[in-house]
């Protein structure tokens, strides 16, 4: 079969598919690029998702390009915005026109005679396979298993009478209306799921085995408003970025005072519907993701009493809802199963180095965005304590930084190696259920720079725009 050959070949049409095809255009502009996605329409997870409320869980000032600044007032936007947002960049900056849907990558090999990448891959709609061939290769598919979430077995599940809903599988027709709803889960997801279906549903239960730290905050941000009439879009986002960085910071180094902020602020909205049980976690803040309630729709939701919060955990399932381990019944006409992510890295896809196939688990990450061992394949790694986005724009940009090098002093592979001596950490550093149950199959962080992830955008920024390609670690011939 005859294969089709690029520059680069970028694989994702979502939020970091498209950085890494702006980067590579501005910065490579001699080059030629395609941009291939499985799904038939850009957006990656915000087209997949379709669940009621489905929005950003940061704001969009940072979780926007720096390249097109966010121009909405709401710095928290739905869905639909979002799609606007990828679809405007695509096409303002000539992205379209290199991006073909329905196809779906299985195996990339790496030869190092030719130094090149072989991509195989199958159309979705089955008119049979393509490979493509590029120097190199851009992995911007994401982090979860788009075919599947992560549903744990409960007992007696198929007693239940009514419908069980996944947020990944959201069917259009969904009907909660006038239902009472039990939604399992305390994460991000079952957090903007509850507001959002209480308006209809007759109740929502948020049902949780411990509780999660929640943050209001209004959906316009006065300040960065402001700040934005003044000085501009860059200005506002500057104000997410330091106020994000500020609280982050301080969360982690004073815990108890910042556990004690965020519950207090929950209890002030509450007032007498406030129960300490259900929103004091056993982890400090930033463990885990603080989940972001714009214009506190949770807390009104529960004020209401459209919607409330019980931690407990499931004995099993009964023909009208839930039994709990205190015993207690859950009544349900509705179970919506928002028990997280299956976590995939690379998108399930085989990695294969000279005949070797890569073991994820075995894999170091260097400066974020590329393999040990594994040349000219860049990955996408965003932060965890803050906006996706803004790393992903760092390591896209610095891997057109790294192959302009390259073509300057002639080299045909870069590859990062990996000291005997390293010692390893998780990727992630959060302990939440998705990332926990999946880090014994995920690549590991290393104990010292260039090998360590650093969770501050500043400290990336100037690193990655000054430091030097010859690190020690990255090899080039």
């Known amino acids: 079969m005859q294969s089709e050959h690029y520059d680069a070949l970028i694989i994702g049409g979502g ?19 395609k941009l291939i996605e499985r799904r038939d329409n850009m957006g990656g997870t915000w087209d997949l998702f379709n669940y ?9 000032y940072t979780f926007g390009y720096s390249f097109k600044p966010w121009a909405d007032k709401e710095s928290i936007a739905k869905k639909e915005k979002i799609l606007d947002y990828l679809k405007e960049t695509a096409d303002e900056f000539d992205i379209r026109q290199h991006m073909e849907f329905g196809l779906q990558s299985q195996r990339c090999e790496w030869d190092s005679e030719t130094a090149l990448w072989t991509v195989h891959t199958n159309a979705t709609d089955g008119s049979g396979s393509r490979i493509f061939t590029c120097r190199f290769l851009f992995m911007c598919v994401g982090y979860y298993n788009y075919d599947a979430g992560y549903t744990p077995e409960f007992t007696d599940q198929d007693k239940f009478k009514g419908e069980i809903l996944h947020p990944q599988f959201w069917p259009e027709d969904a009907d909660y209306a006038d239902k009472n709803v039990v939604i399992i889960g305390s994460g991000a997801t079952a957090v903007t799921m509850v507001p959002s279906m209480a308006d209809k549903a007759e109740h929502v239960t948020m049902l949780q085995r411990s509780p999660t730290y929640m943050g209001s905050k209004p959906a316009e941000d006065p300040i960065a408003n402001r700040l934005g009439r003044w000085f501009g879009d860059w200005a506002a986002r500057w104000w997410f970025i330091l106020s994000s960085m500020f609280i982050y910071a301080y969360c982690q180094a004073f815990p108890d005072k910042a556990k004690k902020a965020i519950i207090a602020d929950i209890e002030k909205l509450l007032g007498d519907k406030f129960d300490a049980k259900h929103f004091t976690p056993d982890y400090d803040p930033w463990d885990q993701r603080v989940c972001l309630c714009p214009d506190a729709d949770f807390f009104q939701a529960m004020k209401a009493d459209k919607a ?8 099993r399932f009964t023909e009208e809802g839930i ?12 179970i919506v199963t928002a028990t997280g992510l299956d976590m995939m890295f690379l998108g399930g896809m085989d990695v294969v180095v000279d005949g070797q196939t890569s073991d994820p688990a075995d894999v170091f990450v260097y400066k974020g965005f590329m393999c040990n061992d594994t040349p000219n394949m860049f990955i996408s790694v965003g932060y965890t304590n803050a906006s996706w986005t803004l790393k992903v ?44 149950r999946a880090a014994h199959r995920l690549p590991k962080q290393g104990d010292r720079v260039p090998w360590k992830l650093y969770q501050n955008y500043i400290y990336d920024k100037f690193t990655l725009k000054f430091s030097s390609m010859h690190d020690g670690a990255m090899e080039f011939s």
């Open 393 to 436: 724009d760092l390591t896209n940009k610095y891997a057109c930084r790294l192959i302009n090098h390259m073509d300057k002093k002639g080299h045909r592979m870069c590859v990062p190696r990996v000291p005997a001596d390293i010692q390893e950490e998780p990727l992630l550093d959060l302990n939440s259920g998705y990332i926990t």
């Open 323 to 334: 039994l709990l381990k205190s015993g207690d019944t859950l009544p349900a006409d509705m």
């Open 15 to 33: 939020i970091s598919g498209l950085s890494a095809a702006y980067h590579f255009s501005t910065e490579c502009p001699s080059k030629t690029y």
């Open 52 to 60: 009621p409320g489905i929005r950003s869980d940061s704001d969009m």
């Open 308 to 315: 409330s919060v019980v931690t407990d955990h499931i004995d």
